[in-house]
């Protein structure tokens, strides 16, 4: 049985072309300056080309990612259509929106009571050992509004 969804946030479109362009541009210049242009030193031109496939893949990888959107049930905080889980909001022990928090773009920074393994969805959001970190390529008023529906569900559940 497929639970309520009570918040659902998504890529927005503007933001993740943007961060896939400038990923690959930055890619196409690394290559182009390893290729047309190295460096006298092969180390650097290996840092080069190295540098520029590492983007394009970086590129890939955050366009697969922000294909889907993340959803906030009563439980957990998972991706679109019953995908990874990102959180169960029981293990939530704080929510950090604050400026000055070390957060993603847009977002919010989760702290769990326990950690789990390291996963990364590049402009979407990761998770390293307690810390589960949301936002990105999304929009700010979304990601507001499910960080302060995690935030009532955590301060209810306390």
Request: aromatic fraction near 10%.
């Amino acid at each position: 049985m497929d639970e309520q969804v009570i918040a659902r946030l998504y890529p927005s479109a503007a933001r993740r072309g943007f961060a896939a362009i400038v990923l690959v541009a930055l890619g196409a210049a690394l290559l182009w300056v390893g290729l047309v242009q190295p460096p006298a030193e092969f180390g650097w031109r290996l840092f080069l080309l190295g540098g520029g496939g590492w983007s394009l893949a970086s590129a890939y990888w955050l366009w697969q990612a922000t294909a889907v959107g993340i959803e906030l049930t009563d439980t957990q905080l998972r991706e679109e259509g019953g995908g990874r889980v990102l959180a169960n909001l029981a293990d939530v022990r704080r929510i950090s929106r604050g400026a000055l928090a070390l957060k993603p773009s847009n977002g919010f920074l989760l702290t769990m009571a326990t950690p789990g393994p390291g996963v990364w969805a590049p402009g979407l959001w990761w998770r390293v050992g307690r810390r589960v970190g949301v936002g990105g390529v999304t929009a700010r008023h979304e990601t507001r509004f499910m960080a302060e529906a995690i935030a009532e569900r955590v301060e209810r559940r306390d």
